[in-house]
């Protein structure tokens, strides 16, 4: 299937990957993972919210949890590079006729609430407070010394359709997976803004849904610290996937699941892709090395499983392509 040229002239300029809005059901169980055990620093809190960054993010929030009766997704947050981009999204967005909206949102600027083609809630920003960078704070370091969100990685029903939305709005691809037959299909692919391997993910499957949120760590050893510490503070189920190594992306990873499900990616040390001639690497779905490169597959679970966008329908992936899963 085409995998096509990047753009490099795109109608706006996305910086990032910068924050989610998870609905959750406890705000307190929540904070007890994010905060005590995972790690992450309260930006700020109100009666029904709590903003987390990690040690580096000089950005007020990257994960916000709101305190709500059903556990979903409320929004994907972009940085954009300038107000002036963000008036040119919203004459994009709705010159597609696409939602457009500026709802007043706690601690950023003004936020463009769209939506993608198929249908995925985006927040575009440019600015957003600044809260002190901890990143020299080393006693304020704990958990998984997560230092800040890294990528967004999503089920789609159709990958070909979310590759050539966001292609188009300048996200460069990376790797991609895809069918062996004579006509190929694109499986799953990742696509960056900021110059690593990625900002977003799609894999097939039924969706739209979010699949995970990717959060950054320095180092190997703080993701088999957060092994230690999960297994032994009441959260050892919580532990999906991992640690391993993927072959996409070489990152080190662990996946957890937080109280309600959602799912977060504990991901470290994977590479450069800022230059433009930066050529993508194919994957075959039929090579075990693509998902761990050591060979172990993922569980159902982790192909199965994923959190819904409030509010939107999904449906079942177009491609029925199946990849190996653990038994
Ligand atoms: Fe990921």
């Known amino acids: 299937m085409p995998i096509r040229e990047p753009v490099f002239n795109p109608p706006f300029n996305v910086v990032r990957a910068s924050h989610v809005e998870l609905a959750v059901r406890d705000l307190a169980r929540s904070r007890a993972f994010y905060v005590d055990c995972l790690g992450l620093l309260v930006s ?26 059903t556990a979903e997704v ?23 006729n696409l939602p457009t909206s500026f709802p007043d949102l706690p601690h950023q600027g003004r ?31 704990l958990g998984a010394r997560i230092q800040r969100i890294d990528h967004l990685n999503c089920f789609t029903p159709d990958v070909q359709a979310s590759y ?30 900021k110059g690593n391997v990625h900002d977003l993910a799609f894999t097939n499957g039924f969706g739209p849904r979010l699949h995970h949120i990717g959060v950054w760590t320095a180092n190997v ?28 992306s070489n990152a080190f990873f662990l996946y957890v699941r937080d109280p309600d499900g959602h799912r977060i990616e504990l991901f470290s040390c994977d590479y450069l892709t800022v230059d433009p001639d930066h050529a993508p690497i194919r994957w075959s779905l039929t090579d075990p090395r693509r998902q761990t490169l050591w060979g172990q597959p993922a569980p159902a679970s982790w192909f199965n499983e994923g959190s819904l966008f409030g509010g939107l329908a999904q449906r079942e992936p177009m491609l029925q392509a199946r990849p190996i899963v653990a038994a």
């Open 221 to 248: 050893l703080d993701i088999i610290h957060i092994c230690d510490v999960m297994a032994t503070c009441g959260y050892l189920s919580n532990m999906e996937r991992g640690p391993g190594r993927h072959g996409i």
């Open 74 to 96: 409320h929004a994907l947050g972009f940085k954009l590079a300038s107000e002036e981009d963000l008036d040119r999204a919203a004459f994009w967005f709705g010159r597609r």
């Open 44 to 69: 700020g809190e109100s009666d029904d919210a709590l903003y987390l960054r990690g040690v580096e993010e000089r950005n007020h929030h990257s994960i916000v949890l709101r305190q709500s009766p």
């Open 111 to 141: 936020t463009l609430r769209t939506a993608d083609a198929l249908g995925m809630p985006l927040d575009l920003y440019a600015q957003m407070e600044q809260s002190a960078c901890m990143l020299q704070q080393y006693s304020s370091h």
């Open 164 to 193: 050539d939305f966001y292609r188009e709005l300048g996200f460069r691809l990376t790797e991609y997976t895809e069918t062996d037959d004579a006509d190929a299909k694109l499986w799953a692919v990742w696509m960056h803004r």
